[in-house]
């Protein structure tokens, strides 16, 4: 029973870190580098590091809202 | 009501900060416009490594377990001879 909740939190504290070393490499480190060094194929292009983080808080946003607006509904069927 | 206030002024403090970082061009203008977007993020991932560090470090005492079984016992023998019905159905 320990040994899954410790999978989980490692899983999760090795996915943040990854993403957050990702993240700075591509914002602060990369515009550095010369544009003709292999590094830069790893890396998607610059635009697509605001893009993604934009598009996942608005799917956050939107998900959650919605989340709110079902449960709300529910509770009010079941008043009535 | 003072906590809010608290976390207000730290969020006027960072934008202050950002604005007066946008005038005086001490870093390029492109690094600037990326920055509270790249704090945002790092903030995100790094609520995720605490919940995951804290998963780990999660203390499971198991002799408390055991305790807390015969203690379950007990209560449910005590409760049948009253007469209560405990049965887990």
Redesign the interface.
Known sequence: ??LA??A??????????S??TY??FW??IL?FVDSDHFIHKYFLPQEY??LI??FA?VTLLCFLSVFIGLVMLKSKKKKA | MKHIVKIMTLLVAISAFWMSLLQTSLIPRSYTWLLPLYFIVSLGCYGLLMVGVGLMQFPTCPQEAVLLQQDIKEAKVFLEQKGIDVSSD
């Open positions: 029973m320990e909740d410790r989980v939190g490692f899983l999760l504290s090795f996915i943040s870190t993403i957050f993240y700075t914002v602060i515009p590091a605001i983080p934009v808080g």
